[in-house]
């Protein structure tokens, strides 16, 4: 999926948006969009907006719960499971047994609903605490829920104690550039898409092309949005371009004519095996947009 729109899990206004939204999945916030106080009227709301939902579903519908380490997750959870949510985002994840717990309380509430096992995925945003940093080589311990992999620097500058994540001109510094690189490498060894973090100045259209075309080249499957606007942009940065789609057929098909070469060339330029997989890559992601 290119695109995850937050929606705050209390705004009506908002919500009432959801069917006419044309990300690729929407994510009902419980978490930080929404004040403590406000936390009981948005688990209301975003449980009718799940059961809302037209049969057959359109867009996915995700929810973000509170961290695991605070009192309101489990209540989150037990409130929204019944909707058939199609996933569950933690954000704050500090280690793996944190995706175990919350993989257990998922089965324990698909079992109280009649749903099968396995059947809400869960993303997790893994950068917002300073242990996450030393977890995500090891994500896929936690087991096939676990489909995708995001991050988030502003909690982690909260949680480092810095006073900014950014340089004067704007780039991340060294640290969050650090954070930004695991959650690509942990994401890819845990065999899940990685999906790149929000861009907040969301009146900036440009500068969020120029991020989601670094995103892309750099790996990440899809980007967060936090505004409507931004939408078509990052789904257009997201899905390949004609020549890309021109090139990767070009590749497959110098590999079915080959002579069984393990190295092949097009256009005066070497193709081996991690050439053909690009290619096959590009091919899947354009079929996916195309639907
Ligand atoms: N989902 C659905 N609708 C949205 C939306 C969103 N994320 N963001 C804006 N809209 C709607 C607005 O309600 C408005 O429609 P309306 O005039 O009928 O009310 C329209 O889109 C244009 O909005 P605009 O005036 O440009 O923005 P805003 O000032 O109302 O809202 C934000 C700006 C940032 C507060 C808002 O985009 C937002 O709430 N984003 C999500 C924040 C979030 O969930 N954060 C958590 C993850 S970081
Ligand atoms: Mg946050």
Redesign the pocket.
């Known amino acids: 999926m290119r695109s995850w729109?937050?929606?705050?899990g209390d705004?009506e206004?908002?919500?009432a948006?959801l069917d006419a939204?044309e990300s690729d999945a929407?994510i009902l916030?419980l978490?930080?969009?929404v004040l403590p106080e406000a936390k009981t009227v948005a688990r209301k709301r975003v449980r009718e907006a799940l059961d809302a939902r037209p049969t057959p579903r359109a867009a996915p519908v995700w929810v973000?719960i509170n961290p695991l380490d605070g009192p309101l997750a489990l209540a989150d959870l037990a409130a929204v499971v019944g909707g058939r949510p199609d996933g569950i985002m933690l954000p704050k994840f500090r280690t793996v047994a944190d995706l175990q717990r919350l993989d257990a309380a998922l089965a324990a509430l698909e079992a109280r609903e009649g749903l099968a096992e396995n059947s809400i995925p869960m993303v997790a945003v893994g950068t917002e605490t300073a242990r996450s940093l030393f977890e995500l080589g090891t994500l896929d311990a936690a087991g096939p829920r676990l489909q995708g992999l995001t991050w988030?620097a502003e909690d982690l500058a909260v949680d480092l104690g810095a006073a900014r994540n950014r340089d004067s001109k704007g780039e991340w510094l060294p640290t969050y550039q650090l954070a930004r690189s695991l959650v690509l490498a942990g994401a890819a060894a845990a065999g899940i898409q990685a999906i790149d973090t929000?861009y907040?100045d969301?009146r900036d259209r440009e500068g969020l092309r120029e991020s989601c075309r670094r995103a892309r080249a750099d790996g990440f499957a899809g980007k967060?949005?936090?505004?409507?606007?931004q939408v078509s942009v990052i789904n257009e940065a997201f899905t390949p371009g004609d020549d890309e789609v021109e090139w990767a057929r070009a590749v497959i098909a110098v590999f079915a004519e080959g002579s069984g070469d393990g190295a092949l060339s097009l256009h005066g330029k070497l193709l081996d095996a991690p050439h053909l997989k690009q290619a096959q890559r590009i091919l899947a992601q354009a079929a996916q947009s195309a639907r």
């Not at 967060?224 to 606007?229: E, G, Q």
């Open positions: 729109l937050f929606i705050p705004s206004r908002k919500l948006k939204l929407v916030d978490e930080d969009a973000r988030g929000v907040t969301f967060l949005a936090i505004h409507p606007d």
